[in-house]
């Protein structure tokens, strides 16, 4: 009889602790090189349909690498355009508005002196700020955006391999299938579950985006045009990301009417984004992301420690793919994924492995024709 000795469950946690923290720290060392290949990764899923319709109607080998590789390209160099002229837009109003500022400083400065709050010391911290410093934030965020796709050139090789690649690596998937179907069905739904979110999220963006467009025109916001596309970006940023694009509309608002104006603004984002986003999104949504409210705010703030904000924008897909690798190929991993998706399986016994959300039998079948198209 052979002596199997368990390691103490003590010594496992910490040993895959420290294999995490280096794993991690490895990631973000080489962030410059890693962010554009998941970057890519997600833009080649994104487009895969268009690859899988085009072969379903027998169009040239050739068309089934360059369409995908176009629209993944149009969609790249509208985002820099947009987040270049963002970038341009606001360093050049700042110093427009020195007049307003002033006066708003000096209004601030009344109230203050009226409640009997206006010592030196908060003079001169009023004093001290000025419209550049206002937008510096706004402006720092959206060039940090633009500072993704420095490395265009990078990213463009990037997807031309994996769309060169991408029907051949599909077949070595699926002819996997037979020896690691937890494996090769963990990577069909991620892909599966990707897509949907980003198709989702870009639906629901767009009409947000649209309203808020609307708003600040009627409001007299200075670019609303501008400020729409940047609330559609930021809008694939999990919980934190309609904040990120109310920013600069809310400023230019409080230069161009004062707090009045300012205030309509943030209500009307507020009132948009939690109707669409919260209320009628996550009806469409439903648990194709299948990570919970604590998870995708932590994801947030780790895939933006580790890739900064390419990370923030593929929050989501990145906690996917990980969850895909990690907890889904798992046999014993069901206890982690009702975990991570806060969803209690319909008979309770979360450590019975495979699928983990109670849509075993929704959509138990959909593994085998997801991990197919996996590109």
């Not at 897509?195 to 808020?212: E, H």
């Not at 694009?245 to 400023?251: N, R, S, T, V």
């Not at 309770?348 to 039998?361: E, I, L, V």
Request: proline letters at 6%; aromatic letters at 6%.
């Amino acid at each position: 009889m052979t002596d199997q000795r368990v390691l103490p469950r003590a010594l496992v946690v910490l040993l895959c602790t420290a294999g995490a923290v280096v794993t991690l720290a490895g990631i973000r060392e080489i962030g410059s090189i890693v962010g554009p290949v998941l970057l890519a990764l997600v833009l080649v899923l994104a487009v895969s349909p268009v690859r899988t319709r085009l072969r379903e109607r027998g169009a040239p080998g050739w068309t089934l690498v360059a369409v995908p590789l176009a629209i993944v390209l149009l969609v790249l160099l509208g985002m820099v355009a947009i987040l270049t002229v963002a970038v341009a837009q606001m360093a050049a109003l700042a110093p427009t508005y020195d007049a307003q500022f002033n006066q708003l400083v000096a209004e601030a400065q009344r109230q203050a002196a009226r409640l009997g709050i206006g010592t030196q010391q908060m003079n001169e911290a009023i004093n001290s700020f000025d419209p550049g410093k206002i937008f510096a934030l706004a402006q720092g965020f959206v060039s940090g955006l633009l500072g993704v796709f420095s490395g265009l050139v990078l990213v463009i090789v990037l997807l031309l391999a994996m769309c060169l690649d991408a029907r051949a690596f599909s077949r070595i998937l699926a002819m996997g299938a037979a020896r690691r179907p937890l494996l090769i069905g963990a990577l069909g739904d991620f892909a599966h579950k990707t897509r949907r979110y980003l198709l989702v999220s870009t639906g629901f963006g767009l009409v947000c985006s649209a309203l808020d467009v609307a708003a600040l025109w009627v409001l007299g916001v200075p670019l609303p045009l501008l400020w729409g596309v940047l609330a559609l970006i930021t809008n694939y940023i999990p919980n934190v990301g309609f904040v990120l694009g109310l920013i600069p509309p809310a400023l230019l608002g409080l230069l161009e009417g004062g707090p009045r104006t300012m205030l309509f603004v943030i209500v009307a984002y507020i009132l948009i984004n939690f109707v669409v986003q919260s209320l009628i999104q996550p009806k469409f949504l439903g648990d194709a992301v299948g990570l919970s409210t604590t998870v995708t705010f932590l994801s947030l703030i780790l895939w933006t420690f580790l890739l900064g904000p390419l990370g923030a924008l593929l929050a989501i897909p990145l906690s996917l793919l990980t969850r895909a690798l990690l907890i889904d190929s798992d046999p014993d991993g069901g206890w982690a994924a009702a975990l991570v998706s806060g969803d209690v399986p319909d008979d309770g016994h979360p450590a019975t492995g495979g699928k983990p959300d109670g849509d075993r039998g929704k959509d138990g079948g959909d593994r085998g024709r997801t991990s197919s198209h996996v590109p």
